[in-house]
């Protein structure tokens, strides 16, 4: 067996033995190093800085992996950093394979695993975040930074500076292959460091790449490429709806052939499609063609990935995410428009954009070359092929009436096409940024405050009106903080201006534990170890939730929300679930959605209140989706700034997406069909996720009621339930796959039986479910779902004896239901009562039902068949 890469670059080892262990490594692997990656592992070894600046498909990560080698060898820790957790997560595990479990860490802004070990996998902010926080004392002897390029993003560039900033004793790596012109910033870290930095650019693709300009129609360019040898295409758009509309016309097209189909199926083998996407997915990649684009759950993008990783589908239709450093073996990239939204404006693609994203053609070990084809805007191939159609007939291509591009259509042609396939990405320019809780830690720091926030301020990678502009930020904060009693400023202590160093002059602040002759600021507050990581909200989340009384019932809830002097809807529980959504980012496509459905229930009972259209208009203006407790939270909110001014960096947005899931009894599928996000699982899973990880992190435990836990195991299950990805990926690690073509099936979530407590939730929103129909008197709805149970008939005679049918927090308390599991071993059925909650509290009326645990624990969620509705 060959010796791992430890064994062959042991701690204490010699550059000179480190390169030699690397390389002869490598040669185990397979792998003979391309001359660009010999050359970066040569300057890393010796100690020097690189900027490796080279075509998609050069091996990056190998590079990044001789780094990692060379700082164990010395005893060093190395933080390798990428824009997104996915790629993050990626390369967590590929370092464990290479280094050991014990040897690799990983830290989110969510969570961390093995936080203490010499290889740290993150996302650039928090290396930034720490950057700030520790200064040059940070425990960082080495920095990977992948995907550089992020450096010139105007939002998120400021991480990717950060840390070349106020790292000087790290060694840095940064790679991308589309940096551009990086003089000014080689210069600038060879500066702080004392270390060289070498520039590694220019270098040829070892798989070239042959472009074309196509103008013929899609279907007809990609049949074209499949019966030409080039699969596979990818076929690049710059919106989801675009990309599934691509997979739905490319389905009629013969991709693969009889054999190719069942070895597809031979590979999904028993893999769960359970939502509609996910049907719609499975018969896309039966057919040889993939979808990939981040709306997507994460066990769908990856099921496509492993496809294609296997060779097995063709074609993959989807937006530019396969552009940011997933590992995915692509021949040819078909990039179907030259222009995208960018969110503000549509425009033309910079130079970095196009080739970031071409250069997902032909990868090293799979191709000898790579096609990258760009599609003539479609009025251009109409009109080619109205040409065509003319032949050489005059009188046929005079009377051609040539279509002429939309209006308002950001124009490109075959000139485009040329200029960008010539260009070099433009020159990355900085983005610093500088908000509350950045200068929170930085003053957190301790030592020379002053200074370092100076150094911050003025001695970065910016203009100089920039600078200026930052400093004018700075004093801005600084002065309310200090206003806010976040911070005090002292004067300097006697004792020490009298002791001050010979040769520190009056009036210049000194270096070190504290300054000797200028102002002493300090914080007056402990900050969390990961402030400004994790949940920056949470401590006004915390404020908030104390507001609230577990105590406080109302009858029917949610009205009440927004009564003067009300803490709350009457239901705690859910009151603390709006607390903590208000703190985490909008889900803006299931937020539209709601806000949509919201104002079409609107118009339709203005209609049927006879308002005029234009009043109509009006009125629908002011409605929107669901803000639980939104007045109570924004005062709460205000009152918190005040005194902790750094708040306002982060905006309070309140909103209900768990809430309305749980207050409607939805399953996640429902939930995706009532507000048409299909395209939108993956975002919504991700939501539910931070909400769940939110909640689990920030409540204490003595504000956690019964009734707050039965939501927190219910929300943890259904998540569990719908991907299963993160358990998929730990499993993997401890026990790894090691035959390729084993089926691409992620091992099935635990059984929904097991969580006892979740599974209980789930049972009585299932029959909540039918109390809340019930409630609106929707007899056909309740008919669908139970067409054994006469609702009409049960429903006429309760709304004879009761004005109306409660569904505030009350009625839906575990208190009125009750659960038979006495025969459950024999029949493998519950038997479950839900008692009505009605006005004048009789509580007489019962629904009834089974709960199937076979087929509970088959669906991973609760089976309840209604058998009777009856008054006691």
Known sequence: MPASLLERAPLGADPDAVYEGFVEWAADQGLRLYPAQDEAAIEIVSGANVILSTPTGTGKSLVAIAAHAACLARGGRSYYT??????????????????????????????????????????????????????????????????????????????????LLLLPRAQFVLMSATLGDVTDIAADLSRRTGRETARITGVER???????????????????????????????????????????????????????????AEAIGGFRFTTAFGRTLSRYVRAGIGVHHAGMLPRYRRLVETLAQRGLLRVICGTDTLGVGINVPIRTVLITALTKYDGQRMRQLSAREFHQIAGRAGRAGYDTAGTVVVMAPEHEIENTVSVAKAGDDPKKL???????????????????????????????????????????????????????VRSLVFDNHESRARRYELARRAIAIFRTLVAAEVVTVSPPDASAVANRPSGVAEGRLATGEQSFDGPRIRLTVDLQPNFALNQPLSPFALAAIGLLDPEVETRHGGAAADAPGSAGSGHYALDVVSVIESTLDDPRPVLSQQQFLARGEAVAAMKREGIEYDERMELLEAVTYPKPLDELLAQS??????????????????????????????????????????????????????????????????????????????????????????????????????????????????????????????????????????ALQRDDELNELDPDVDWSAALDAYFDEHDEMLTGGPARSPRLVAVDETDAAASGLWRVEQTIDDPAQDHDWRIRGEVDLAASEAEGAAIVRITEVVRL
């Open 82 to 163: 990428a824009p997104i957790k996915a790629l993050v997560s990626e390369k967590f595990f590929a370092l464990v394979d290479i280094f050991g479990a014990a040897n690799v860490g990983m830290v989110t802004g969510d969570s961390s695993v093995n936080a203490d070990a010499p290889i740290i996998c993150c996302t650039a902010e928090i290396l930034a975040n720490l950057a700030l926080r520790q200064g040059a004392d940070a425990n960082v002897d080495q920095v990977v930074m992948d995907e550089f390029h992020y450096y010139g993003d105007p939002d998120r560039g400021w991480a990717w500076q950060v840390p």
């Open 206 to 264: 070892p798989v070239p790449l042959h472009f074309s300009y196509a103008r013929t129609p899609v279907h007809e360019t990609v049949e074209e490429l499949l019966t030409s040898g080039r699969a596979p295409v990818y076929v690049v758009h710059f919106s989801q709806a675009a990309a599934m509309e691509r997979a739905q016309a490319l389905s009629s097209v013969k991709v693969v052939s009889r054999e190719q189909r069942d070895a597809i």
């Open 398 to 452: 005079k009377k051609i009436v040539r279509k002429k591009a939309p209006q308002g259509f950001v124009n490109w042609g075959e000139a485009s096409f040329e200029r960008l396939v010539a260009a070099e990405p433009e020159p990355l320019e900085p983005h610093l940024q500088l908000s509350a809780a950045m200068l929170i830690n930085v003053i957190a720091r301790g030592g020379d405050v002053f200074a370092n």
């Open 637 to 774: 909110y205000e009152v918190f700034a005040s005194s902790q001014p750094w708040i306002r960096d982060f905006e309070l947005s309140p909103k209900s997406v768990v809430r309305d899931m749980f207050e409607r009894a939805l399953s996640f599928a429902e939930f995706i069909s009532t507000y048409t996000l299909a395209r939108s699982e993956g975002l919504v899973l991700r939501y539910l996720s931070d909400a769940y990880r939110a909640i689990r992190q920030t409540v204490p435990s003595e504000a956690r009621t019964p009734e707050l836990l039965d939501i927190i195991e219910w929300l943890g299950e259904l998540v569990r339930q719908v991907d299963s990805s993160l358990v998929d990926e730990w499993e993997s690690l401890i026990n790894p796959v090691l035959d390729p073509t084993a089926p691409v099936v992620p091992p099935a979530p635990a059984s929904v039986l097991t969580n006892r407590r979740a599974f209980l939730v789930l049972v009585r929103n299932e029959l909540f479910r039918r109390v809340r129909l019930a």
